[in-house]
């Protein structure tokens, strides 16, 4: 069993460079085809300062820093039991090419269903740009099969 | 092309679907070298056999990836306020995700029109595999 002190700890902040060539892989490999995401030029004529993250990217930019993996280990979770449960976004600006994102998670839940054969790891985030603007709030479920 | 506006949608119209073809391990692997998820039980048969399972599966952000392309294929992206996902099933290699949404709200809120969005991914079973909703803004 995961124990409920780890609920309300801090999962620290990790910083991440938003690179070009990182967001054309992922946008080629959850098959993306608009243009906006691959080519500069047309990310500019769209209005984009540079080539946009895709509404689902930062949560990969999260998982770059190790802290949910990280964690997992800690609370000595195998990474064969987890399996993703919930996964939402807020979004309040545009993340493109350069940006540096800085994340904050914070544990916020911890509980279990069926007698303790799941349990629940519920986790939210902030990310913020090089500016100090506020870009994104995250919530993640990780479901662990006990 | 123009995208949609608040008063061409009407709540219950359906969104374009977005059709995946069948997943495969090819799909698999680059996602999780692109998304950061290195996780083996999406990538190695050998590790999702010894943790009982009887192959490797999609990661879910993988078909949350997809769920979002339905989005953005539909409007801008600047215009997402808010996606958010249940997973509900398991994606294995072959399936065929179909990505669906519906119109179910329109409101206003933070001074701007928004929609509200029903959306849904399943395979070409009916296997429902991710539910959710979005708040797309239109003009």
Same mark, same amino acid.
């Given at each position: 069993?995961?124990?409920?002190?780890?609920?309300?700890?801090?999962?620290?902040?990790? %910083?991440?460079?938003?690179?070009?060539?990182?967001?054309?892989?992922?946008?080629?490999?959850?098959?993306?085809?608009? !243009?906006?995401?691959? #080519?500069?030029?047309?990310?500019?004529?769209?209005?984009?300062?540079?080539?946009?993250?895709?509404?689902?990217?930062?949560?990969?930019?999260?998982?770059?820093?190790?802290? /949910?993996?990280?964690?997992? #280990?800690?609370?000595?979770?195998?990474?064969?039991?987890?399996?993703?449960?919930?996964?939402?976004?807020?979004?309040?600006?545009?993340?493109?090419?350069?940006?540096?994102? @800085?994340?904050?998670? @914070? /544990?916020? $839940?911890?509980?279990?269903?069926?007698?303790?054969?799941?349990?629940?790891?519920?986790?939210?985030?902030?990310?913020?740009?090089? =500016?100090?603007?506020?870009?994104?709030?995250?919530? $993640?479920?990780?479901?662990?099969?006990? | 092309?123009?995208? !949609? @506006?608040?008063?061409? %949608?009407?709540? &219950?119209?359906?969104? !374009?679907?977005?059709?995946?073809?069948?997943?495969?391990?090819?799909?698999?692997?680059?996602?999780?070298?692109?998304?950061?998820?290195?996780?083996?039980?999406?990538? #190695?048969?050998?590790?999702?056999?010894? +943790?009982?399972?009887?192959? %490797?599966? *999609? =990661? &879910?952000?993988? &078909?949350?990836?997809?769920?979002?392309?339905?989005?953005?294929?539909? +409007? !801008?992206?600047?215009?997402?306020?808010?996606?958010?996902?249940?997973?509900?099933?398991?994606?294995?290699?072959?399936?065929? /995700?179909?990505?669906?949404?519906?119109?179910?709200?329109?409101?206003?809120?933070?001074?701007?029109?928004?929609?509200?969005?029903?959306?849904?991914?399943?395979? =070409?079973?009916?296997?429902?595999?991710?539910?959710?909703? *979005?708040?797309?803004?239109?003009?």
């Amino acid at each position: 069993m995961i124990g409920a002190q780890w609920i309300g700890r801090e999962l620290g902040s990790s %910083v991440l460079l938003v690179e070009r060539g990182r967001l054309k892989f992922f946008a080629k490999a959850m098959g993306e085809t608009n !243009p906006i995401y691959f #080519d500069e030029a047309a990310a500019k004529a769209a209005g984009y300062a540079d080539v946009p993250a895709p509404p689902t990217f930062l949560f990969a930019a999260d998982l770059d820093s190790g802290l /949910i993996f990280n964690l997992l #280990d800690q609370m000595g979770v195998a990474l064969s039991k987890v399996l993703h449960g919930e996964q939402s976004f807020e979004y309040f600006a545009p993340v493109v090419a350069g940006d540096v994102i @800085t994340f904050k998670s @914070t /544990i916020k $839940n911890i509980y279990s269903k069926r007698a303790g054969a799941l349990e629940f790891i519920e986790l939210e985030g902030l990310a913020v740009n090089q =500016q100090g603007e506020s870009v994104a709030r995250t919530r $993640n479920v990780t479901v662990v099969r006990n | 092309m123009p995208g !949609p @506006t608040f008063d061409s %949608v009407a709540v &219950g119209d359906d969104l !374009p679907a977005l059709l995946l073809p069948p997943l495969d391990r090819t799909t698999l692997a680059l996602f999780a070298g692109a998304s950061g998820d290195h996780n083996p039980v999406h990538i #190695d048969l050998d590790v999702a056999r010894s +943790a009982g399972l009887p192959d %490797v599966f *999609a =990661q &879910g952000m993988l &078909g949350m990836a997809w769920v979002a392309r339905l989005l953005t294929g539909w +409007a !801008p992206q600047a215009q997402l306020r808010r996606l958010g996902v249940r997973f509900v099933g398991i994606t294995q290699l072959g399936n065929m /995700i179909s990505c669906t949404g519906r119109i179910v709200e329109k409101l206003e809120a933070d001074g701007e029109r928004r929609v509200l969005i029903d959306l849904r991914a399943a395979n =070409q079973f009916g296997q429902t595999k991710i539910v959710g909703e *979005a708040l797309v803004a239109l003009p």
